[in-house]
């Protein structure tokens, strides 16, 4: 258990102190959520009916920018090798990575995302129901990223290549946490829809760092 839980601090403390931890993501959800008012028009009339599919949508997209650092910093250094010879499985590494990485920069996002949602004109009344999605959803998107920055691994422009490998994989949970979401906004229930995420999300969680592993492995060697 201890050399879990140091993991973890080291995985937080490196996702918090490298790279301006969540403040880049989190500028980048701003300014989609900023920049589609100026290109819509402010009229919240118009704005108010894809306000939450705006802020769902932007926080796939946001949940991209940092999934490159999440194994390319232990790869360049050396730190990878350590951690395969260490005595936490890989896959539990894995794992634990992508933790931290759903605290330090999903969870900021989550957070966010109720109040860009209710400033593009959605009811206050959606806002626990987009957090639970962002929350559960920004879980689905790192550990399912995580295969794609696994993946990329060595390759040159890797950020284009997470992108690409990850995208086609956020489809699921974009559209159950979009039903979710908007079944909550006509009010006819939106519990098919989130239970539908959250088992994405649990797969995702128990299958992704076999994936990221074997990835990994293959990068190393």
Wanted: hydrophobic letters at 60%; proline letters at 7%.
């Amino acid at each position: 258990m201890r050399p879990l839980v140091t993991l973890l601090v080291r995985e937080l403390a490196l996702g918090w102190g490298r790279g301006g931890g969540p403040l880049p993501a989190l500028a980048f959800y701003a300014a989609i959520t900023v920049l589609l008012p100026l290109a819509a028009g402010p009229d919240t009339s118009r704005l108010g009916p894809v306000a939450t599919g705006v802020a769902w949508m932007a926080l796939a997209l946001a949940s991209l920018l940092s999934l490159e650092r999440l194994f390319e910093r232990d790869f360049e250094d050396g730190g990878l090798d350590l951690l395969m010879t260490g005595p936490l499985a890989l896959e539990l590494v894995c794992g634990v990575k992508c933790l931290a990485q759903w605290i330090t920069t999903a969870g900021p996002l989550a957070l966010a995302a109720p109040v860009a949602a209710v400033m593009l004109g959605a009811p206050l009344s959606a806002a626990p129901m987009i957090l639970a999605c962002a929350l559960a959803g920004g879980l689905a998107f790192v550990f399912v990223g995580g295969i794609g920055a696994a993946l990329a691994l060595g390759a040159r422009r890797g950020g284009l290549l997470v992108a690409a490998i990850v995208l086609p994989l956020f489809s699921p949970p974009v559209i159950f946490g979009g039903a979710a979401l908007y079944a909550d906004q006509l009010g006819s229930g939106a519990g098919g829809g989130l239970l539908l995420l959250l088992g994405w999300t649990a797969g995702a969680v128990a299958l992704s760092p076999l994936a990221m592993a074997a990835a990994c492995r293959n990068a190393v060697q």
